[in-house]
């Protein structure tokens, strides 16, 4: 168990809905990162929060969102949902953001299927 | 952008045998590189990580190389089990002050035959 926590496990919906991911990170951690598990592209980095500011971008939509809230939990908000959003979604936490050599610990994931 | 690649995409090994998978890197600014198994049905889990001012790390039957000038490095597993049976995935870190995202190989699964 690394102590990330991520909700819900499975989410099923149709496409043209939204849906909201959400990740506790490790006690202790400022950093939290979601990541795209698909069998196509692979593990795939989307972005980074820092103390709740956003820190790095990867190849996220525009379709989607996140945040990072006081109490540092993050939430991934997927719009305007497309078969091929379906997928798994990690997060994973980090004590630091800017060193380049910090520790990611990932979550179990949310798979999402997409109808 | 940083792109990672990474051979073989599939292993089979006996039972007792070693296991090597080997990465390349294409950025010389990566300074941090972990390696994460994956079972089924979980998240990638941390075994081991080398950083870029280390060449070699060993961890009981891990072990990870790092080659900087040809920017390539490898994970030997000995003495194989069972329970090694999984996807394994390398990554890359680059030294950024913005941000500290990891680009990932596209995964080996490995096969211990008992």
């Known amino acids: 168990d690394s102590g990330v926590t991520q909700t819900p496990k499975h989410l099923i919906t149709a496409t043209g809905q939204r849906v909201t991911l959400r990740c506790s990170p490790r006690?202790?951690?400022?950093?939290v990162y979601w990541y795209q598990q698909s069998l196509d592209q692979g593990l795939q980095f989307l972005i980074q929060?820092?103390?709740?500011?956003?820190?790095a971008k990867g190849n996220i939509l525009e379709r989607f969102s996140a945040q990072q809230f006081p109490d540092l939990h993050s939430e991934l908000n997927l719009s305007s949902l497309e078969l091929g959003d379906s997928a798994l979604y990690f997060c994973?936490?980090?004590?630091?953001?800017?060193?380049?050599?910090?520790?990611?610990?990932f979550g179990p994931g949310t798979r999402l299927t997409v109808l | 952008g940083e792109n990672v690649e990474q051979h073989p995409s599939t292993l089979s090994v006996q039972e007792g045998d070693s296991a090597v998978i080997k990465c390349t890197y294409s950025?010389?600014?990566?300074?941090?590189f972990p390696w994460y198994k994956q079972e089924l049905g979980k998240g990638p889990q941390l075994i081991i990580d080398?950083?870029?001012?280390?060449g070699e790390k060993k961890d009981q039957r891990i072990a990870v190389t790092l080659n900087k000038t040809a920017k390539h490095f490898s994970l030997h597993i000995t003495e194989t089990q069972p329970e090694d049976s999984a996807v394994y995935f390398c990554?890359?870190?680059?030294?950024?002050?913005?941000?500290?995202?990891?680009?990932f190989g596209g995964g080996t699964r490995v096969l211990v035959k008992p």
């Open positions: 994973a936490s980090s004590v630091e953001a800017t060193r380049g050599t910090d520790t990611q610990y």
């Open positions: 006690s202790g951690d400022l950093s």
């Open positions: 929060y820092y103390n709740g500011e956003e820190r």
């Open positions: 950025d010389s600014a990566s300074n941090y």
């Open positions: 080398i950083r870029s001012n280390v």
């Open positions: 990554a890359a870190s680059i030294r950024r002050a913005a941000g500290n995202k990891l680009t």
